[in-house]
């Protein structure tokens, strides 16, 4: 578990509306002093067995490693 300081946190949403909403409840949360995105990266990744392709935003998130744990995946 990742405990004390100051760590950085990459996380990509599929779109900048979704790396907005992501980045404006990590803030409001205070899971994350700031959040910084970087729209239209191009990702090659493993899905579903095969290799996919495409545009996404990334979020790069300044936070604490006690908070870290509040990060989750959404239900």
């Known amino acids: 578990m ?4 100051w760590i950085i946190v990459f ?3 599929s779109d900048p509306g979704e790396a907005e909403r992501i980045a404006e409840g990590i803030v409001k949360e205070k899971l ?4 910084n995105i ?3 990266i191009h990702s ?7 290799i996919e392709k495409g ?3 990334l979020l790069i998130i300044k936070t604490r490693g006690s908070a870290y744990v509040g990060f989750g995946r959404p239900t």
Do not use: F, M, N, R
């Not at 990742?2 to 300081?5: A, L, V």
């Not at 090659?44 to 095969?50: C, N």
């Open 55 to 57: 545009d996404e935003s």
């Open 38 to 40: 970087v729209d239209k």
């Open 2 to 5: 990742i405990k004390g300081g």
């Open 44 to 50: 090659i990744y493993w899905w579903q067995g095969k």
């Open 32 to 35: 994350g002093a700031c959040v």
């Open 11 to 13: 996380i990509t949403a």
